[in-house]
């Protein structure tokens, strides 16, 4: 857990350079945590006893260290949206929204100078920055009724895009010329939160709606559901591990009572679910995911507890009955030390201890015996890493 426990977190967001970056919305400015060296910068926050009521809404784009957009409504002077990429240290104006309100943001992975806006008026725009001096901005005409709430735009193909207005997903191949419904699979009234490529099959898309998670093995053209999560704002690919990947479903009285998560290790044809009492049953607003070999830490921004990391194994208990050979693990059941030999003269390096849904519970490095004094009665999945970077997973049971 981190600190500022006691104030909501509007939104978190995790950056992939370095060993990690965290940033999060508190006071109307942002914190940086450096997940390396543990330092904290904060940024244009408000004092704690200090109350406001202008908002700040930001909205990272991961793919670019330090890049952050974030807008301030202000209804006396005018709405506004800033452009930062330096965590939010500091910030230029590329957007002024004058009276009307932003509803999301949606941005092209292959231009880092464009973005694209949803006003809460149900307009769209591409704004184009390459030039700070003359900024374009540009309306795409939609089609349907109702608020954009999710813009996708095709990392191979900037003219391909999805919007989700209304609670219906909308398609174009020819950036905003003519639309066409996307309701292969989907059904009526499914709305889109997210939509994310496979990195490495161009033609693979997930998306999390309403009524579950979705998958696309032609680019969007056709749809069918492989989960029944219900409502997941956020779903990453692991970086490393092919057809890795995790989703989380924010906090939502009308769907969820608390946050949930769930992984697929086949590129989302079986999921494994990860319950609201498993995390506590959090109350959250945001999370943010980073990948760590085959598992992740899942960063919660909560109600009253400030920011709350798990982190959880990416090894479905059916992998993990696997053996391998590499070690004998002894004693099972274990009541004080439990201890991994070495049968082919390699060393451990690190040994961590999971619960059977995934939440790491202990973690020790550089030592072949790890205690269990401190682990309640149960079941539990022990992994060690040698120094030829091998896993090896048993079952144990700690009495």
Do not use: C
């Amino acid at each position: 857990m981190l600190k500022n426990r006691f104030f909501v977190p509007d939104y978190i967001y995790f950056y992939p350079f370095d060993k990690g970056h965290l940033l999060y919305g508190l006071q109307s400015g942002q914190l940086h945590y450096n997940i390396d060296t543990k330092e904290e910068a904060t940024h244009n926050m408000n004092p704690a006893d200090f109350a406001t009521t202008n908002t700040l809404t930001a909205f990272a784009d991961p793919s670019r260290k330090g890049r952050l957009y974030d807008y301030k409504a202000n209804m006396m002077m005018g709405n506004k949206l800033n452009l930062s990429d330096d965590f939010g240290a500091t910030s230029k104006l590329i957007l002024n929204l004058s009276f009307d309100m932003l509803a999301t943001l949606g941005f092209d992975p292959s231009n880092e100078n464009v973005v694209y806006v949803a006003y809460q008026s149900n307009k769209l725009f591409k704004v184009d920055f390459s030039d700070m001096t003359k900024i374009d901005s540009k309306e795409i005409v939609l089609t349907g009724e109702g608020n954009v709430t999710m813009v996708y735009i095709d990392p191979k193909d900037a003219n391909h895009m999805f919007v989700n207005r209304g609670n219906k997903l909308y398609s174009t191949k020819d950036a905003g010329e003519n639309w066409s419904e996307a309701i292969d699979g989907f059904g009526e009234n499914n709305g889109i939160n997210i939509i994310v490529k496979d990195p490495n099959n161009d033609q693979k898309l997930i998306a999390g709606a309403m009524l579950g998670i979705y998958s696309s093995e032609d680019n969007g053209e056709t749809w069918k559901k492989i989960s029944d999560m219900k409502n997941a704002n956020k779903i990453s690919f692991s970086p490393t591990e092919e057809d890795v990947l995790v989703a989380v479903s924010y906090t939502n009285t009308m769907v969820n009572s608390s946050a949930e998560a769930a992984f697929s290790v086949d590129g989302g044809e079986e999921w494994f679910s990860v319950k609201g009492e498993v995390l506590d049953h959090i109350m959250s607003t945001s999370a943010a995911l980073n990948f760590i070999d085959r598992s992740v830490d899942i960063y919660f921004s909560t109600i009253g507890l400030g920011v709350v990391k798990y982190s959880l194994s990416l090894i479905p208990e059916s992998v993990n009955e696997t053996q391998q050979n590499n070690f004998v693990v002894y004693p099972n059941p274990a009541t004080d030390v439990v201890t991994f030999k070495s049968n082919n003269n390699t060393t451990v390096n690190k040994i961590e201890i999971f619960t059977t849904s995934g939440i790491k519970v202990k973690a020790i490095e550089n030592s072949s015996s790890v205690s269990v004094k401190d682990l309640n009665t149960g079941i539990y999945l022990f992994k060690a890493t040698d120094n030829n970077n091998q896993h090896y997973i048993q079952k144990m049971v700690v009495k």
